[in-house]
């Protein structure tokens, strides 16, 4: 009858499933079924040695790399990115208001320049004489218009009045 390890062996056919494993083992992450499993293997098969011995070089290379100095603080990253923003809100601010000038000017100048009149107040006169061209030339041939002031002109419907008002007396 196969042993469990032998079962083990023959559920890992690929060499990825190896390495997989052995990272795992490494890791401390291995459970006890698979740290006999890489154990068997690391007693028996040179090929998972050389790679058992590969990782471990590997792993003590990345453990003495130098940890990266950034050139710069996180409060002067900080104090830079605000910096920016503030920057591009005055910038914003001022294009704004530039165009808002911009387009009060073009609105006072056009008023002032159009149609060659001189700028200033300008009030309605009356000229009575269009007024009496204008109903001469009307089409009822020059009668004046008459309105009756004391006669509507659409009969205006009375409200009906309730007779069933009950009277209180005190």
């Given at each position: 009858m196969?042993?469990a ?8 056919s ?7 494993l052995?990272?795992a ?6 459970t006890?079924a ?6 068997h293997?690391?007693?028996?098969d040179?090929?998972?040695q ?9 792993r003590?290379g990345?453990?003495?790399l ?9 409060d ?13 809100q ?12 911009a ?7 056009s ?12 009030f ?5 004489s269009l007024?009496t ?8 041939d020059?009668e004046m218009?008459k309105i009756?002031?004391?006669?509507p002109?659409?009969?205006i ?6 007779t069933d ?6």
């Amino acid at each position: 009858m196969p042993s469990a390890t032998d079962k083990m062996m023959t559920l890992d056919s690929s060499g990825r499933d190896r390495f997989e494993l052995l990272s795992a083992y490494l890791d401390g992450e291995a459970t006890a079924a698979e740290r006999q499993q890489v154990q068997h293997w690391l007693d028996r098969d040179p090929e998972v040695q050389q790679l058992y011995r590969r990782l471990l070089a590997l792993r003590r290379g990345f453990q003495t790399l130098p940890t990266p100095v950034p050139a710069q603080s996180s409060d002067e990253i900080a104090r830079g990115v605000f910096q920016r923003l503030r920057k591009r809100q005055l910038k914003r601010t001022a294009v704004l208001g530039g165009g808002a000038i911009a387009a009060v000017l073009v609105g006072t100048l056009s008023s002032l320049l159009s149609s060659g009149q001189t700028p200033g107040l300008k009030f309605a006169e009356s000229n009575p004489s269009l007024y009496t061209a204008a109903i001469s030339s009307s089409p009822i041939d020059g009668e004046m218009l008459k309105i009756a002031i004391d006669r509507p002109v659409v009969e205006i419907p009375k409200a009906a009045v309730s007779t069933d008002l009950k009277k209180t007396e005190p």
